[in-house]
């Protein structure tokens, strides 16, 4: 018999990321009589599977040779002029060609990781920050380290002072109704901020799949359009939150060298986004009205926002505190000091009812008290019923 060695192990950025004993206990909350706060899932039947529906039939009735055929890495061309004009209309003057296509803005995160980032390099995040944007960074390698932040962001003054310190090579930030906490960086946080990028030398990535599910205030700056730093900040889209988020579509706008690293590192990853679903997006753009798809969709999200936030005092223990953020998602919630978010969420799932604990979404030690409920989908009627079960799972 011919001896045998053992396969080499595991690379060791592979070997460092591992399970969440809260992924575990999340997994319980499959059973379809849990109501979960937990998942940032958008509400399935506000999904506009109609008009989806008849925008693949067109584009397969129509172009079955290109919408199945390979296409270039950048992207389908009519969908990257119709985010481009999405986006000029925003206030943010971009062109098709800035734009890069990316499979999920997922993607994108990953493609900046990897172009950016050597092992050992320093990223900056929020404290606490988007978890699947530290797992990104930690796979490239990278420290990752939270800046001290406050209800606005970031700290400026703290960013100043880490960013002296220890040189890192970007910030990634969420400055509208960021995920975890609900939070919106107002305009003047946002030009401190570009302002350390530019004196300092810093790119900025500037995350932003919840921009247009605003239900209350004003929309803020862009920070690429804040002059300061639009020589170095990075800004990431989503479909997944306005139209569906099994469509896997996102996409970067980024300055033309890093954007040009990042269409090489994509072919190396996937060649391209998908022909079919890109054209389809298209001919949904095109064809429908996706304001007014999104007037309906952020009009039952506010609804819903609200149930949770009225409910809030009678369903968490006294000496709770927590945001109202103006969109997005997520509340972002404080038990009294001494109680674990952890702990609580076995009894909370008992009681057919979940959230996420705070801690996983610090890059740092995490506040165990910390929660984040998601609002968006279940029916305000089901919200209530969830959180009347949380207040029973919760009174210690
Ligand atoms: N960034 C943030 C802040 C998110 O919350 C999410 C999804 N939860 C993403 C990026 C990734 O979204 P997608 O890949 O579906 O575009």
Redesign the pocket.
């Known amino acids: 018999m011919t001896t045998r060695a053992d396969a080499p192990a595991l690379a060791a950025r592979a070997a460092s990321v591992g399970a969440s004993p809260v992924r575990e206990i999340l997994a319980l909350t499959a059973r379809p009589e849990v109501i979960s706060f937990a998942g940032?899932l958008p509400a399935p039947e506000l999904f506009d599977a109609e008009g989806l529906r008849a925008a693949y039939d067109r584009v397969l009735t129509e172009r079955p040779q290109q919408a199945l055929q390979y296409t270039i890495t950048e992207g389908d061309p009519a969908l990257r002029a119709a985010v481009a004009a999405r986006l000029t209309a925003r206030g943010l003057a971009t062109g098709p060609e800035e734009l890069l296509v990316t499979t999920?803005?997922?993607?994108a995160?990953g493609l900046l990781a990897t172009t950016l980032l050597e092992p050992g390099d320093t990223v900056l995040v929020e404290d606490p920050s988007?978890l699947?944007?530290l797992q990104c960074f930690g796979l490239a390698g990278a420290r990752v380290l939270a800046v001290p932040t406050d209800e606005d962001g970031v700290d400026p003054a703290a960013l100043a002072e880490l960013v002296r310190a220890e040189r890192p090579k970007l910030l990634y930030l969420?400055p509208n109704f960021q995920?975890p906490t609900g939070r919106t960086m107002p305009a003047e946080r946002r030009r401190a901020v570009a302002e350390v990028a530019a004196r300092e030398g810093l790119w900025l990535v500037e995350?932003d799949?919840y921009g247009e599910l605003r239900y209350s205030g004003e929309p803020q700056p862009w920070l690429a359009g804040l002059p300061a730093a639009a020589d170095r900040t990075v800004l990431?889209g989503?479909f997944?939150k306005v139209l569906a988020?099994g469509l896997?579509l996102?996409w970067l706008r980024a300055p033309e060298a890093l954007r040009r690293a990042c269409v090489i590192a994509k072919q190396a990853g996937d060649l391209h986004t998908s022909t079919v679903d890109q054209a389809a997006a298209a001919r949904y753009l095109a064809d429908r009205d996706l304001d007014a798809h999104l007037a309906k969709v952020t009009a039952a999200y506010r609804e819903r926002r609200d149930a949770l936030l009225a409910g809030l005092p009678e369903a968490l223990p006294a000496g709770s505190a927590w945001n109202r953020p103006d969109g997005g998602m997520f509340v972002w919630a404080r038990l009294p000091e001494g109680l674990d978010a952890t702990e609580l969420l076995r009894t909370a799932v008992e009681h057919d009812v979940a959230y996420v604990p705070g801690t996983p979404f610090f890059a740092g030690p995490g506040d165990p008290a910390t929660m984040r409920l998601s609002f968006v989908t279940h029916t305000p009627e089901e919200i209530r019923e969830g959180l009347r079960r949380l207040a029973v799972a919760l009174k210690i």
């Open positions: 940032g999920g803005s997922q993607q995160i988007y699947a944007a969420v995920n995350d799949p990431v989503s997944s988020p896997r996102g």
